[in-house]
């Protein structure tokens, strides 16, 4: 049994790692709703970007009859970026549009994405790690420009 367990720790070490470095977390100082709102406005300001829609999955938690604390998914994507991308490599589309995660955990309040750094190593990408940088970048710009604007 300690054998077992001993291998399990190891395999969980190797992984935490892997995981943690394609998602990137942010704390926020106000509440979902309203983190969701300047992330929003962050994005809607910016000409370059287009806004989709805010999923709701707390809402539609509660029509099934589960309580989830506030978790929303802010869907949005720079045109130019995404198109460059997938002329790259089409099946990255499966990880588009661009999703921005807000949620309350243990009345704590956070930003998360997946950093699109790791779209190369998911979907093998050869090229256009210039525009999976400047992804990268928008991700992280657009998550902190609303978390300093909260402060």
């Known amino acids: 049994m300690i054998k077992h367990f001993s291998t399990l720790l190891a395999v ?12 990137t977390i942010y704390k926020s100082e106000a509440k979902v709703g309203e983190t969701v709102a300047k992330i929003v406005d962050q ?15 707390d809402v539609i938690a509660a029509k099934r009859g589960i309580t989830l604390e506030p978790t929303k998914s802010i869907l949005f ?18 990880d588009l549009p661009l999703e921005i995660l807000v949620w309350e955990e243990y009345g704590d309040v956070y930003v998360g994405f997946m950093d699109p ?9 050869q090229e256009c ?7 990268s970048r928008l991700m ?5 420009n609303a978390l300093r604007e909260l402060k």
Do not use: G, Y
Request: include cysteine; proline fraction near 3%.
């Open 12 to 23: 969980l070490s190797l992984s935490v790692p892997l995981f943690s470095q394609s998602i």
């Open 43 to 57: 994005i809607k300001t910016n000409q370059e970007l287009i806004f989709f829609e805010v999923v709701d999955h």
């Open 77 to 94: 994507e720079d045109p130019i970026l995404t198109s460059t991308l997938l002329e790259c490599q089409k099946s990255a589309a499966l």
């Open 117 to 125: 750094k790791f779209m190369k190593r998911r979907f093998m990408i």
């Open 129 to 135: 790690d210039d525009t999976i940088e400047q992804l």
């Open 140 to 144: 992280i710009r657009v998550s902190m």
